[in-house]
């Protein structure tokens, strides 16, 4: 039977997943939608994200593809699987994808955010982000460090173990900014690039957060980068502070202005 491939842009709340892929006897994001997808199509239907997320780690715009047999009513369909997701996953668009196109391959770039309370007091609000009560951070301490990171660079030092061979990366945008909600302070650290290797976000916040801790110059995470020894940075931090934000097959340049227009509001 010919196929058609359709594209589904979704979010999700990482707390009580085991990451993104498919795992056996795992609760995942792709095992979810696989489910709901092959009770509606009444076909085994797979679908293929533009990358993986780990465990507890959310997204408020994630991309994947799927094969399936000409659906004639695409808002019918969207609204009955969502029905049938679990609260936790939700799909907000669903549209027939161009030839070839691949949600993996064809992704230009990746904004990730890490959040941080860094308030004496965790709101009740505060599940999806990491509670750093220690001391008020420096925001001009760490934007001086993460501009060590843009552009071309071998990021093996926070690198966790994998199979991926890559170690080379482009950071597009890499900043940090404070935002004030009632009585909480958050910090913000967003971070774009064309790809990411395994807890690089994490490690990239724990290291930063080492040398505040440690009141270490902003150029030790130039020593680390430079260094690409893992031994060298410090460990990934807690995954619920991340949030995968935004994946993009356009031009980032203009997702960027786009970003800091927006933060200037």
């Known amino acids: ?33 696989e489910k709901a997808l092959c009770t509606l199509t009444k076909d085994k239907t797979c679908i293929f994200l533009s990358g993986r997320t780990d465990a507890k780690v959310s997204s408020k715009y994630q991309v994947a593809h799927f ?3 000409k659906i004639s009513n695409l808002d019918d369909f969207c609204y009955k699987l969502n029905c049938i997701l679990p609260n936790d996953i939700k799909i907000f668009e669903l549209y027939e994808a161009k030839p ?24 009740v609000f505060s599940s999806c982000c990491l509670f750093y009560p220690y001391f008020t951070l420096n925001i001009e301490r760490i934007n001086c460090s993460l501009s060590y990171l843009t552009g071309y660079h071998d990021f093996s030092a926070f690198k966790s173990k994998s199979d991926n061979p890559y170690n080379d990366c482009i950071i597009y945008y890499a900043k940090a900014k404070k935002v004030i909600n009632n009585r909480s302070c958050f910090v913000l650290i967003d971070i774009i690039g064309n790809r990411f290797l395994y807890n690089m976000v994490r490690t ?16 030790h995470i130039k020593f680390v980068l430079e260094s690409k020894d893992r031994t060298k940075a410090a460990n990934a931090i807690d995954p619920q502070g991340l949030c995968l934000e935004y994946v993009g097959y356009d031009n980032v340049e203009n997702y960027i202005e786009k970003l800091i227009k927006e933060g200037n509001k």
């Not at 039977?1 to 995942?28: C, H, N, W």
């Not at 724990?206 to 902003?218: H, I, P, V």
Request: charge should be positive; aromatic fraction near 14%.
């Open 67 to 69: 094969d399936a047999a």
């Open 204 to 219: 990239i916040v724990g290291t930063l957060l080492y040398q505040e801790r440690n009141k270490l110059d902003c150029e």
């Open 100 to 123: 070839g196109f691949h949600a993996q391959k064809d992704a230009k770039y990746k904004h990730y955010r890490y959040t941080i309370e860094n308030s004496h007091v965790a709101s």
């Open 1 to 33: 039977m010919l196929k058609t491939r359709y594209i589904i842009v979704f979010e999700f709340l990482g707390t009580a997943f085991f990451g993104s892929q498919k795992q056996p006897d795992r609760r995942t994001v792709q095992g979810e939608i």
